[in-house]
């Protein structure tokens, strides 16, 4: 991501997943955010610091929520997948057609 969107990412930090749900993560986390932020890029200089940590309380699905609704999107997709067939023939070599190596 570019420096210049960087401030607007920390705005919107968004937990998902069950390991999420430890009880007091959320502020934790802000908090500590906040501080490495405050020291590392801002140096001490407070303006302009908003950092946002949002935890919604069905985060403990979304991530298999999120997954479910991709894979019934791209199921039609066969650039998409990659076969059995295809690994067990080519190995990792076979992830090429996907954009990765």
């Known amino acids: 991501a570019d420096i210049d ?32 932020y405050l020291e590392r890029v801002l140096k001490g200089n407070t303006e302009g610091l908003k950092i946002r940590v949002e935890d919604p309380p069905r985060r403990k699905h979304s991530v298999f929520l999120g997954g479910a609704v991709l894979g019934n999107i791209m199921k039609d997709k066969d650039s998409f997948w990659v076969t059995r067939e295809e690994w067990l023939e080519k190995g990792p070599a076979s992830l090429d057609k996907l954009g990765r190596s």
């Open 5 to 36: 969107i960087r401030t607007d990412l920390y705005k919107h930090i968004l937990l998902s997943g069950g390991t999420s749900m430890y009880p007091g993560l959320p502020t934790r986390l802000e908090k500590e955010v906040k501080q490495l």
